[in-house]
């Protein structure tokens, strides 16, 4: 069964340094998310992209972060300069259409120091 | 802005029990998903509910959504060990396609 993966499952980096999540979305789907989850917290949305484009972003997605898909397959979070509140498990989605089910990657633990 | 309430927070079963884990919005939903997730681990898709009155069931769980749309029930009948893990509702409104989810239950299951 087609699966959404991400690497790496863990990334350690120093604050202020960039990192990039990647992400391999089920092959058809046409919509791509990233959401994050803090420990001990809600999963929260951060931005949703569609036909090339930023589709929706909340407040957390400022001008850190950025998406990025660089070929027909890859779709990427960038964080420019880590800061420690950063550190959260990081989760992309992919759907064939909106209003679909998401389907979820196992996350990318990232830990800033 | 849309909130997803969830109860209760923390359950702890028999094996063999039943249990219900609910899910309340704060506005009317375009559609309600369910999820599970291991510590430190993905969301795994469960069941999707986008009619009012609608119930759907996959081997010994069954969701139901209410008419109006603002509530969702997840039942476990005769609960096993492998069942044990955290549940988290999400949920979508007209207008946005991105999920708003609940604090989660987390179910423990003894023998």
């Known amino acids: 069964e087609p699966e959404v993966t991400q690497t790496p499952s863990h990334q350690v980096t120093q604050m202020g340094q960039e990192v990039i999540l990647r992400c391999v979305p089920i092959s058809n789907h046409l919509y791509f998310y990233w959401y994050r989850q803090i420990l001990g917290q809600k999963v929260e949305f951060l931005v949703s992209f569609y036909n090339n484009e930023i589709s929706e972003k909340s407040e957390i997605f400022d001008d850190q972060f950025s998406v990025e898909r660089p070929d027909g397959s890859n779709f990427t979070l960038k964080i420019r300069s880590t800061k420690l509140e950063d550190s959260a498990m990081y989760f992309c989605?992919?759907?064939?259409?909106?209003?679909?089910?998401?389907?979820f990657g196992p996350g990318t633990r990232l830990t800033v120091l | 802005s849309q909130e997803l309430e969830q109860s209760p927070q923390s359950l702890i079963v028999q094996e063999g029990k039943n249990l219900t884990i609910n899910c309340t919005s704060s506005k009317t939903l375009y559609g309600l998903y369910w999820y599970k997730q291991k510590y430190g681990e993905g969301l795994i898709f469960l069941m999707m509910l986008q009619k009012g009155g609608e119930e759907k069931s996959h081997e010994k769980i069954t969701a139901k959504l209410d008419e109006k749309k603002q509530q969702s029930s997840l039942h476990i009948t005769a609960s096993q060990p492998s069942h044990a893990g955290i549940y988290l509702c999400g949920a979508d409104t007209w207008g946005t396609d991105k999920l708003i989810f609940g604090t989660g239950t987390r179910l423990q299951v003894f023998p």
């Open positions: 989605a992919s759907t064939r259409e909106g209003h679909d089910t998401q389907y």
